[in-house]
């Protein structure tokens, strides 16, 4: 299935749109804060140019299907607040979905809202099956998120991601279609 490069996705406070050149200097900015990328396979960069790169490569996987990164900004002045992602895995039907928060936006509710989004988009569009995810054992902030999207614990995977050549621990989580469906029919349930 072919999803267009204009594909949208909004929510109460965001919108989410195809992650291009004009993120550039916000995802610079995020990656200057200490820290920030410990949690994640990829370490800072030390140039503006790999940012270019990825933006390319961010391009080739839309287009063949295989990941959807989207830019997170705000509905009412149009700020950067991160990125969201659903990529292809191996077994039928099976997504991973991964998100980041600019350091200036955390502890606002971002990640959950628009990750609740692209699980929708997984469910309702790409025809997942199944959805999971993973954060790096010590990041209780994803841990929440986690929980909130209705996500299940698994198990805590001892290599998880290799990072500076030493294995991070990861704690797995899933979801399938029946669950998120069953989620979604509670009253007052926020997927």
């Given at each position: 299935?072919?999803?267009?490069?204009?594909?949208?996705?909004?929510t109460?406070?965001?919108?989410?749109?195809?992650?291009?050149?004009?993120?550039?200097?916000?995802?610079w900015?995020?990656?200057?804060?200490?820290?920030?990328?410990?949690?994640?396979?990829?370490?800072?960069?030390?140039?503006?140019?790999?940012?270019?790169?990825?933006?390319?490569?961010?391009?080739?996987?839309?287009?063949?299907?295989?990941?959807?990164?989207?830019?997170?900004?705000?509905?009412?002045?149009?700020?950067?607040?991160?990125?969201?992602?659903?990529?292809?895995?191996?077994?039928e039907?099976?997504?991973?979905?991964?998100?980041?928060?600019?350091?200036?936006?955390?502890?606002?509710?971002?990640?959950?809202?628009?990750?609740?989004?692209?699980?929708?988009?997984?469910?309702?569009?790409?025809?997942?099956?199944?959805?999971?995810?993973?954060?790096?054992?010590?990041?209780?902030?994803?841990?929440?998120?986690?929980?909130?999207?209705?996500?299940?614990?698994?198990?805590?995977?001892?290599?998880?991601?290799k990072?500076?050549?030493?294995?991070?621990?990861?704690?797995?989580?899933?979801?399938?279609?029946?669950?998120?469906?069953?989620?979604?029919?509670?009253?007052?349930?926020?997927?």
């Amino acid at each position: 299935m072919r999803v267009p490069l204009n594909t949208c996705l909004t929510t109460p406070r965001c919108l989410l749109r195809y992650a291009g050149e004009d993120d550039l200097e916000h995802v610079w900015s995020a990656t200057r804060y200490p820290g920030f990328n410990d949690g994640m396979p990829w370490g800072p960069p030390g140039a503006k140019s790999e940012i270019f790169r990825w933006t390319e490569r961010n391009l080739e996987m839309w287009s063949s299907g295989g990941e959807y990164v989207f830019t997170i900004r705000s509905r009412t002045d149009n700020r950067f607040i991160g990125r969201v992602a659903i990529r292809r895995e191996q077994g039928e039907g099976v997504w991973s979905i991964g998100f980041w928060i600019h350091p200036e936006c955390w502890r606002q509710g971002f990640a959950t809202e628009a990750s609740q989004s692209v699980i929708e988009f997984g469910f309702g569009r790409l025809g997942a099956n199944k959805i999971v995810a993973a954060h790096a054992i010590w990041n209780t902030a994803s841990k929440r998120v986690m929980q909130k999207l209705g996500l299940k614990y698994v198990r805590d995977n001892s290599r998880g991601f290799k990072k500076d050549h030493e294995w991070v621990a990861e704690a797995e989580y899933e979801i399938d279609r029946d669950s998120w469906k069953y989620l979604r029919s509670r009253p007052g349930s926020p997927t």
